[in-house]
């Protein structure tokens, strides 16, 4: 039994926390609301220069060999900074599902032979890759017709950065394809988030681009992961700001944070956030390890075990880190009173981060509902 | 990062789940605030330090293995899931011990720990007054110096156990003329001491659970003094480190009572539970369900459980690598007295018109045990410190937030 993370962990995570500190302040958060993209390629550039990008990818595609023990710190850190960035879709979610595909080229399918050409683009930065995926249990993956009218194999889903992509991994009843920008149609949502890049997603699953091998319950898994390790930063930040701001803050003659009222709303905002903080390390190893059954095959744990431990860990994990950002976003404006209810004031970047990434890859009670599940209720 | 235990950490768990499986009554005991009920428990804590198990964290020549805190998390886990009795020595063992090993003497360490870990010396806390509850450092039970004795006087209230314990552990006011929080001293106090009578009163549910201590010119010998005169508060502010953090309620505790709750969700999903059609209505309402909300109460249990778990083997880590746990120890206990009560209300819920069966009802589920725990769980967020005064721990302590 071993929580600590490594030095180059350690010290990892410590060098992104210093980029987003310097490079991602509320600033420039605010100007990706005006970006066609959405993000800053530019910060992006550097994350692809120091090799973030090949975080994920295996050493024999030119990748660093990291998993998500490796990733799930740099999640908080951006999570912290309310960075928008596609770190996400692209280095938890996109490339470790391109490697696997890769992996699996031998049964010579063309979504195989394609994400070998995909995933060497992604670790460059050449290329960017995005994620749909959706698994059992938190949004049903029936596969949603865009009307009864239209061609009935045309799929319809909310892809984050779909536009702005070159390539997407979209799931359709429980398989992943792999979707060239050409061959789907993108329509904009736009988000209360302003850094969000929304779009509605129209498809049509086409077998020979179907990415064997690869499973999307993991593949989802991996997203919800990172998501709540970014929910945690997150509300991390939003606690801190806020214990500034009541410190500062007076009425009555004295400090809003001498308050009983609003000491125990931060307190509760707290405790929420270290108790949900050691789960989505938790899940993080949980998915390292089974990433690494599912392609060893099993030596101790059945595979189906190791399935349903991962996803209970991931479940309750995202539950708690979910409800962790909620709740900071509720109590932290709540703390900060009409100044934080402001366009101007930074907390809204926050706020609506906190509420679009708390119900992205399932929600709080979405996953609680997919955990009794897989608990047998 | 590996979370997988160590060979010799299964073997350790191996060893303690078998014995539990081998040596657990398998008729639940009495409640320990009978006096029947308190003297099984007793018995049990015999049987559990004859095979080397009611406190295995401690050095070996005081009836331990001096086994790890990760080994230690491991044995409570495995102690809440075999069902085995409560321990009616957790305050000596848990609150009082590990002051003991802190700030007594050598002759003090001798004198009290293995007569404590072997169950013949039951241990209650006597630290509340009528005036002096979550404001503690306003009590005002006097203790006189004369010569090698203190002379007391005054009244202790909420002593859990204290009506059958052998041994109390008092704070007491030594120095009325010094700051609030320096005139104060620990005092280890024989229930026989001349002058001091103990008056059993009720808990919520109906038994003695409780006692008031009433000491009139009760003397006490210096050589019972724990720290030193006037050091009372810093002795007793690291026995509530442990009575908030790790060592009072380890996560093993909550993780079973979660799995027994996972449980009674699958048994009130059962179709089989509903016969046909028309009396399907009347046999859910007799019978409990798992409707959605439970199944989402259910999950949110199950998943604090763990977290709970995960929060304290971090933390072991931290503590075994030399760290302190410090104020972030009222995290925990806000944390798992709320998770307690949750637990327990959800399966009232659930259980419907059956939630209120004591365990004189012969349909009550699980013997009347939920209401039970319930009724238990309730006193989480009051003892030890009110949640509320946690909330000020953290606020204060934690986030840095000014006093007044």
Redesign the interface.
Known sequence: MKFAFTEEQQVFAETLSDVFAKRCPPEAVRACWDSPVGYSEDLWGTLAEMGVLAITAPEDAGGLGGDERDLVQLMEAAGRAAAPLPLLEHVAVGIPALAEAKGAAAEGAEGAAASQHWLSQAISGEALVTAGVRDKGTVRDKGTARDKNADSSTQIQYVNYAAQADVAILSYQGELYLADRKDYTTYEQPSVDGTRRIARVEWSPDAATRLAGVSASLTFDRGATAAAAYCVGLAQHMLDATVEYVKEREQFGKPVGSYQAVKHHLADVAKAISFARPSVYAAAWAVSQSAVLQRAGSENITPENAVSDRAQYVSAAKSLASDAADLAAAKCLQCHGAIGYTFEHDLQLWLKRAWTTSVSWGSASQHRHRLATLLGI | ??????PA?QTFRDEIRSWLRANTPTEPLKSMDTPDGFEQHREWEKKLFAAGWSVPAWPEKYGGRDCSL?EWLLYEEEYWASDAPGRVSANGVSLLAPTIFEFATDEQQERFLLPMASGEEIWSQGWSEPNAGSDLAALSTRAVRDGEWFVLNGQKTWCSRGAFADWFFCLVRTDPEAERHRGLSYLLIPKDTEGLTVRPVARIDGEPGFAELFFEDARVHESNLLGEEGQGWAVAMATTGSERGLNLRAPGRFMAAADKL?EL??SL?DPALVNSAEDATETEVAAGT?DAVA??E???C???S???R??C??AA?RLAGGEALGS?AS?MK??WSELDVAINATALNMLGERAEFTAAAEDADRGGAWMDAYLFALSGPIYAGTN?I???I???R???????
């Open positions: 990062m590996d979370l997988t235990f160590t950490e990760v996972v969700g699958k999903s798992t199944r989402d259910i999950a949110r199950w998943a604090e763990r977290a709970y995960w929060v083997y971090e880590e972030e995290f806000i944390f509320e946690q909330r000020n953290v606020a204060e934690v986030l840095g937030l000014p006093r007044r």
